[in-house]
């Protein structure tokens, strides 16, 4: 998946308008306001980045002759301004590619994310701001993976995905916590349930019972089901469970030590 401003396609199809219709008298190198103040090689040039930027493979190559002339025209003095001749000449070659470029992109589908209770730009580019000061960064890495993903299944709709997510995050949280108290007689097998019985036991206990409490609540309510293989969360359900599983992972950083 390739992430692209939906601005580059109408600026794409804008351009395109203007170099199907060329003028006599246009700039072919200089400033021109007709141009988008790019002279007419400069737009072509444009054209033939986006196609490649947008993977147009099969217009690319109907493009050809299309560029063989923009590249002879290179060769003429700065001044050169588009006359009659030319202005034929790139109308036939650009006519020649518009079939192409309108059977190509008909096959090209856009999903466009749609808003969530939580901003869609926390979910895609900053989660660690879902977080509480600085909490993310004292997260194991694999944890901080399993966070972005499941963020990022929230934004796209993909709730299932994303409860899987958070729950290996919140079990990879209970581990390292579970590291960091328990320094002799471990778990050989650290399993969730396991390895809260044990900090509950502990004596002189700083895990809060708060924090243990809400565990257990995760694990019998939403860790068990999930890997039944015939769940299924909505998206009300997921946009519920995230702030579950980032209040645990806030209570648990403050127990971890500063990276």
């Not at 993977?55 to 301004?81: C, F, G, H, I, M």
């Not at 901003?119 to 901080?144: A, K, M, W």
């Not at 469970?241 to 030590?257: E, F, G, H, S, W």
Request: hydrophobic share 40%; charged share 25%; with cysteine.
């Amino acid at each position: 998946m390739k992430e692209s401003k939906i601005y580059k396609y109408y600026a794409f199809g804008y351009n395109y308008r203007v170099l199907r219709y060329p003028s006599v008298g246009w700039s072919l190198f200089s400033g021109d306001e007709a141009l988008k103040n790019k002279g007419f090689v400069g737009l072509l040039e444009d054209f033939f980045t986006n196609l490649e930027e947008l993977n147009l493979q099969v217009t690319q190559v109907a493009a050809a002759k299309l560029k063989e002339t923009a590249e002879r025209v290179k060769a003429l003095p700065k001044d050169s301004k588009l006359d009659a001749t030319l202005c034929k000449e790139f109308s036939e070659r650009i006519e020649s590619v518009d079939a192409t470029l309108d059977a190509e992109l008909n096959l090209r589908t856009a999903f466009i994310v749609t808003p969530k209770r939580i901003h869609v730009e926390h979910l895609l580019n900053s989660p660690t701001s879902l977080f509480g000061n600085q909490v993310f960064d004292v997260l194991p890495t694999v944890c901080q993976f399993d966070f972005r993903e499941g963020c990022r299944c929230v934004a796209f709709a993909l709730p299932t995905a994303a409860a899987f997510h958070f729950m290996r995050a919140t079990e990879g949280l209970i581990r390292e916590l579970y590291c960091h108290v328990i320094k002799r007689k471990r778990l050989k097998t650290m399993l969730w349930h396991p390895m809260v019985e044990q900090l509950k036991n502990r004596r002189g206990n700083p895990v809060p019972k708060t924090l243990l409490d809400n565990l257990d609540n995760i694990r019998i309510n939403f860790r068990n089901p999930t890997s039944h293989p015939e769940a299924r969360y909505e998206m009300d359900e997921i946009q519920d469970l995230l702030p579950i599983t980032i209040d645990v992972a806030n209570r648990i950083a403050k127990l971890l030590p500063k990276k």
